[in-house]
């Protein structure tokens, strides 16, 4: 597939996306990007999955809310495919065509209307983060965030077992492997330098987990020497980062009812492409 990179259809298409979320996005045009394709998926947020609109470029993917079907969106999120990883998921009862897209910071799991869609989106998500990593020279990031289990998925706490959530008993989520718990088994928290700058909850399984690991490493790099675990430490880059929760997804905006329309990919069998 050849992406038209200097077309004029590939600039109208970015500064669209760009109108689309208004002040309330970021500026999406830069040289060397392109619009690789967009549509609607389903979205497994933190209370239930939702309907949010995705535009795969080159070197980013972006999603935002659906306020006003192919017009407006609002809470643009911004992902670099150099840290992308996708992992199919199989079809159950309830949801189909699904796969998780992780990431450093949030990972979270989306779902197609058909196989085809499905079978279309990573394909082409897939080739623009091969394509990325070969001119980059780089290797694909290993740390992800873990998927968070949906509130609706626990009614007690996952660690302990024992305490049921209400009202008043608020769930909790660890941010190391995901698992709803509940205030005491989450009262740790563990500096995860992939996720954040700051030490984040974790639960206590995971706790003790990494002290002994971060102890174990750190007994080894003193007996190898002063200076072997100058590199041990990773760097903090997300500083701005948001944790991999998917609070960003309230339950407050309106659920958009259309009829269904089947993403477009845009390459060389793209007739508006034409100068």
């Given amino acids: 597939m050849c992406l038209p990179v200097n077309s004029e259809a590939n600039a109208r298409r970015i500064a669209m996306v760009e109108s689309c979320f208004g002040s309330s996005g970021q500026p999406l045009a830069i040289p060397g990007r392109v619009l690789v394709g967009e549509g609607v998926l389903t979205k497994m947020c933190r209370k239930r999955a939702k309907s949010r609109q995705f535009f795969l470029f ?15 969106y609002n809470k643009q999120h911004i992902i670099p495919l150099e840290e992308v990883q996708l992992q199919g998921l199989e079809d159950n009862a309830q949801y189909q065509n699904g796969w998780l897209i992780r990431t450093t910071t949030k990972s979270f799991a989306v779902y197609a209307a058909t196989s085809t869609e499905k079978q279309e989106w990573m394909a082409h998500i897939n080739k623009c ?3 990325l990593l070969r001119k980059s020279g780089k290797k694909p990031v290993v740390n992800h965030a873990a998927v968070w289990v949906p509130d609706n998925e ?7 077992k024992k305490t049921q959530f209400t009202m008043i008993v608020r769930r909790h989520h660890c941010r190391n492997c995901g698992a709803v718990v509940c205030g005491p088994c989450s009262s740790k928290k563990f500096l995860l330098p992939h996720q954040s700058s700051k030490p984040v909850r974790v639960c206590l399984d995971c706790y003790d987990t990494l002290s002994h690991a971060k102890t174990e490493q750190t007994k080894s790099s003193t007996t190898s020497g002063p200076n072997s ?13 948001q ?4 609070e960003d997804d309230s339950d407050d905006d309106e659920e958009q009812k259309e009829t269904h329309d089947e993403p ?4 060389d069998g793209d007739k508006n492409d034409e100068k």
Avoid at 243 to 246: C, E, N, Q, R
């Fill in 229 to 241: 675990g100058a590199n041990s430490t990773p760097n903090p880059k997300n500083n701005n980062s």
């Fill in 58 to 72: 080159n070197d980013i993917l972006v999603y935002g809310n659906i306020v006003i079907g192919k017009k407006k």
């Fill in 154 to 160: 626990a009614t007690i706490c996952m660690h302990c």
């Fill in 243 to 246: 944790d991999s929760s998917a």
């Fill in 264 to 267: 477009k990919f845009y390459g």
């Fill in 129 to 131: 983060i091969d394509d």
